[in-house]
Nanobody, 122 residues
């Protein structure tokens, strides 16, 4: 069992930065791939980034590549999403998720956090 809690969301101006954190409980965190997804009002949940259990492999959606960075600290049971050069279209609720493999598909993740709101003003 893994429980996830996101933090770090907020309101930021376009061009600014935010760092999201996802704290996990449970002994199996270090064995799991982690992902970040987001959902804007009226839209489906979409993949943002994922990271393998070791941190050695990362994947990004094209829309955030080179602006966002996913990382993890297994000693702290935490995964991060550093978001730079934020744009209004990045506005969404951001969710972290844990799964056996780090794909772009929500169905491959077993555990989800409650989400944190990110709002980017123009």
């Amino acid at each position: 069992q893994v429980q996830l809690a996101e933090s770090g969301g907020g309101l930021v101006q376009a061009g600014g930065s935010l760092r999201l954190s996802c704290a996990a409980s449970g002994r199996t965190f270090s064995n799991r791939a982690m992902g970040w997804f987001r959902q804007a009002p009226g839209k489906e949940r979409e993949f943002v980034a994922s990271i393998s259990w070791s941190g050695g492999m990362t994947y990004y959606a094209a829309s955030v590549n080179r602006r966002f960075t996913i990382s993890r600290d297994n000693a702290k049971n935490t995964v991060y999403l550093q978001m730079n050069s934020l744009m209004p279209e990045d506005t969404a609720v951001y969710y972290c998720a844990a799964g056996n493999i780090g794909t772009q598909y929500p169905r491959d993740y077993n555990y989800w956090g409650q989400g944190t709101q990110v709002t980017v003003s123009s």
